[in-house]
């Protein structure tokens, strides 16, 4: 914990402070495929399924591998985190005009009003996500996707559970 502590915040103070991207262009199904593989094992202690929808084919984005691969870690990890035993997390790859969408769906219990309103600021703790989450993750997701020119959009869904969306230019 004290190694992943330590990376996000890393990655936070290098964006913050102007850090130059090496990008190449990266195919989003594989990029999503390799990000699924590195979380398998902790969704499979809480038997959770990962599906991967894939509307449109062939989606590719100007990246900084390394950095993106933690942003989308970061997303699927915290769905893992907070959703139940027998469950489900669904990836979704779309586009809507020149942007292109990864939308990380789960059925957790979603976030309090506080929550979301407090998503991308560290270290803030609220009533369900009070564990050992220092709340770095969300924040350096945003900062990984507004250095790539993107953004994040975190929204709770009526029929419970969360909809991360990674959009990208």
């Given at each position: 914990?004290?190694?992943?502590?330590?990376?996000?915040?890393?990655?936070?103070?290098?964006?913050?402070?102007?850090?130059?991207?090496?990008?190449?262009?990266?195919?989003?199904?594989?990029?999503?495929?390799?990000?699924?593989?590195?979380?398998?094992?902790d969704a499979?202690?809480?038997?959770?399924?990962?599906?991967?929808?894939?509307?449109?084919?062939?989606?590719?984005?100007?990246?900084?591998?390394?950095?993106?691969?933690?942003?989308?870690?970061?997303?699927?990890?915290?769905?893992?985190?907070?959703?139940?035993?027998?469950?489900?997390?669904?990836?979704?790859?779309?586009?809507?005009?020149?942007?292109?969408?990864?939308?990380?769906?789960?059925?957790?219990?979603?976030?309090?009003?506080q929550a979301?309103?407090?998503?991308?600021?560290?270290?803030?703790?609220?009533?369900?996500?009070?564990?050992?989450?220092?709340?770095?993750?969300?924040?350096?997701?945003?900062?990984?996707?507004?250095?790539?020119?993107?953004?994040?959009?975190v929204k709770?869904?009526?029929?419970?559970?969360?909809?991360?969306?990674?959009?990208?230019?």
């Amino acid at each position: 914990r004290l190694e992943r502590f330590s990376t996000t915040a890393l990655d936070i103070t290098q964006l913050q402070t102007g850090y130059k991207l090496s990008k190449k262009t990266i195919d989003m199904i594989e990029l999503t495929e390799q990000c699924i593989a590195n979380n398998e094992e902790d969704a499979k202690k809480k038997r959770i399924s990962i599906y991967t929808e894939v509307v449109k084919k062939g989606m590719t984005v100007e990246v900084e591998k390394k950095i993106i691969k933690r942003a989308i870690n970061n997303i699927i990890n915290n769905s893992i985190k907070f959703t139940g035993e027998d469950k489900m997390i669904r990836l979704k790859l779309y586009a809507d005009g020149d942007k292109k969408i990864l939308e990380v769906i789960d059925e957790g219990s979603g976030f309090t009003q506080q929550a979301l309103d407090n998503l991308f600021r560290p270290f803030c703790f609220y009533d369900e996500h009070s564990d050992e989450n220092l709340g770095l993750s969300l924040k350096a997701t945003k900062h990984i996707m507004e250095a790539h020119n993107g953004e994040i959009k975190v929204k709770n869904l009526d029929e419970g559970g969360t909809s991360v969306r990674l959009i990208f230019p």
